[in-house]
């Protein structure tokens, strides 16, 4: 034997001893070779080999073959993925002149409408003009937790008693001294992280 399911002689012929020598008990006809067995070649009955002891069968040509057609699969798929998301692609909109929202009918109408039924997503207040909001005293009572230079947004005290809104005024407060770098935030799991800059122009004098 000179590998699984494999044995050569001495003029250097190579063969298969379950398939040239083994007959089937069941019909007395010559086996063939399957994925991982023998079979009867008249029944096609599973045969044992007498030449293996572990008979797991493994034919190269048979998983080569295999993948290969795996491999043809796999281009085909992504060739037609490509081509289908060629054609899903919107063709070039040139615009010749300024978009105008009033031409769209009920546009306004809508967007009234969408507001009215969440209003938890947008405040009224928030567009108003004269709003109470003052940014310098939410960014005052800020700096006042900022002795220890990082805090967690949770641990900055409300100015108002209403919270929401008071947690909104904080955090925009937040957002805009985190752009004008005299702060930097970080998401610190469900919180947020606040640390002061060491930035001379803001320095508390």
């Given amino acids: 034997m000179t590998g699984q399911s494999e044995c050569s002689c ?23 070779r399957r994925t991982f067995h023998y079979a009867c070649s008249h029944c096609h009955a599973i045969v044992p080999s007498r030449f293996i002891f572990d008979e797991k069968l493994f034919d190269k040509d048979y998983f080569r073959e295999m993948m290969q057609e795996s491999r043809r699969r796999a281009v ?4 037609e993925l490509r081509r289908l998301l060629a054609e899903s692609k919107s063709g070039p ?25 969440h209003p938890h997503l947008v405040s009224r207040d928030m567009f108003e003009l004269n ?30 008693g209403d919270y929401r809104r008071d947690r909104v005024r ?10 004008d770098q005299e702060i930097d935030i970080q998401q610190y799991g469900n919180d947020l992280l606040i640390q002061r800059r060491n930035n001379e122009t803001y320095a508390e004098g």
């Fill in 10 to 32: 001495a003029c250097g012929h190579v063969c298969d001893p379950t398939v040239a020598f083994q007959v089937s008990s069941c019909c007395q006809a010559r086996l063939i």
């Fill in 76 to 79: 085909s798929k992504r060739e």
């Fill in 93 to 117: 909109l040139c615009l010749m002149e300024e978009p105008d929202p009033g031409t769209l009918s009920g546009l306004f109408h809508d967007l009234d409408q969408f507001i009215q039924a």
């Fill in 131 to 160: 709003s109470d909001f003052n940014m310098t005293v939410y960014r005052t009572h800020i700096l006042t937790f900022l002795t220890h230079h990082t805090i967690r947004f949770s641990e900055v005290s409300p100015l108002m």
């Fill in 170 to 179: 904080r955090f925009i407060t937040l957002v805009f001294m985190d752009n």
